[in-house]
């Protein structure tokens, strides 16, 4: 039987829409297909994610600087990239209720749930073979039809297609764009010529993408829009082994720093390759429905770069002025994380239903332990009561941590409850107002506040001429929670 208390995906949608982290997109229209609005905490939960890898993909790499391109590119960009030819999923539609499958995904849920090791993976099958597994095997999920009548299996392709300018036709064709990554091969050239970079170095990036799924589920974990935290290193030929080994333990580093358990991350490594790539694996997590991919490194070759100088006859060799002026395509090693994905995973890894109780009863708080340096809210600031001068000083010390931190001020319920509401979001720490911080009493706590601590529930007494640097000293020497 399944634990009441486990972390279950309705139990984070639930919180999502209840403490303002996703809403459906257009909900009061019946909601938009693949479609998630990010509110008030999700937005700045989503930024600390994105600052934390920009931060660690960049600001401590020396070898790594970024990028902003445009969602929209020329539509010869994405035959160069073979996007328009190979940029698509198999297909397979129920006869008897037209529901629409993607065909590899539906063979790896139905031997997920029913323990089945096929002769070879999903992803490594043609058309044909598809077809007649799920023939063999597969009744429909969404109709629960036992006759298993299908379409042939077939290509979908992923890419938006809209037009730029008044006519509607091929000349004015053009894309939304499905990757962030081809903006940084079509501007190699710029980027090593203005910023006198030399290889190997890397150009990170981090933008929304696109792509038409042929079905979306799990929440936000596949939507037709996205972000991706995307970086190219550009390295010698020859050398992109040993690059693609560097950043595989760079990415799962990144994951362990920022809290997340060792065991709940594993490598997947791709059986079939896409046509650019030597050698692919991905950091899947284990979510609640299963381990599923977070982030791909790929040694891409040179492919983009070779292709995109055959389709714009422009020279994108790199000359290496440390070996004779030699000149070559450079080799590509890609990581690339879903910034979505990431959200997800970070919410699913620190929530946890606790039980606080004393004395053999049960009292069971919902907690996010999330990393401060993650954490929508950094301080609460929390008046012990609303009267007698606390709730101006309070108002006075949030003032006071503005500069430093993401604050928040509440003053509904009581104190517990308060504390309560703010673990749930995932504040780090809480700042307490009370009456000795006026000076009453024996005078001797004026002018200090409590801290009190999320994951262990401790407090402390502090000064307010020292409670920005106890708190940024709390942020620094943060040490993750890992759950039983």
Known sequence: MADNHECTLDK?????????????????????????????????????????????????????????????QHHTTWKASGHVDHFSDPMVDCLECQARHRADKLIEDWCAANNFTPEKPADTMNH???????????????????????TAVREFNLMFKTYQGPIADESHLIYLRPE????????????VQSNRLKVPFGVAQVGKSFRNEIIFKNFIFRTCEFEQMEMEYFCKPGTEDE??????????????????????????????LAHYAKDAYDIT???PIGFEEVEG???????????????????LQYIDQDDGNKKYVPYVVETSAGLNRNFLMFLCEAYEEQNVGTDGKDDYRTVLHLDPRLAPITVAVLPLMKKDGLAEKAKEIQHLLKEDFVTDYDTSGSVGKRYRRQDEVGTPFCVT?????????????????????????????????DLVAKIRDGIKNYKPVLKA
């Open 297 to 315: 490194i790929h040694s891409r070759t040179d492919f983009d770069l070779s292709q995109h100088m055959e389709y714009s006859k422009k020279d």
């Open 12 to 72: 984070i949608i639930s919180l999502c829409k209840r403490r303002g982290f996703v809403y459906q997109a257009s909900e009061i229209y019946g909601g938009q297909a693949g479609a998630w609005d990010y509110g008030p905490l999700g937005v700045d939960f989503k930024r600390n994610i994105q600052n934390a890898w920009w931060h660690y993909m960049t600001q401590l790499h020396d070898d790594v600087v970024g990028l902003d391109s445009a969602i929209f």
């Open 243 to 272: 690059t693609f080994e560097r950043w595989r333990k760079e990415r799962w580093s990144f994951y362990l720093k920022y809290g997340i358990a060792e065991k709940n991350l594993k490598w997947h490594h791709h059986d079939k």
């Open 180 to 191: 962030t990554c081809q903006g940084i091969f079509t501007d190699f050239k710029s980027i």
């Open 285 to 287: 997590y284990n979510f």
């Open 433 to 465: 107002v009370d009456y000795e911080t006026l000076g009453e009493g024996d005078g001797a706590l004026k002018d200090t506040v409590t801290i009190r601590y999320r994951d262990s529930m401790e407090q402390e007494r502090v000064a307010l001429k």
């Open 128 to 150: 044909e073979e598809m077809k007649e597994f799920i023939d063999s095997h597969i009744d429909c999920p969404t109709c629960h039809s036992k006759n298993r009548k299908y």
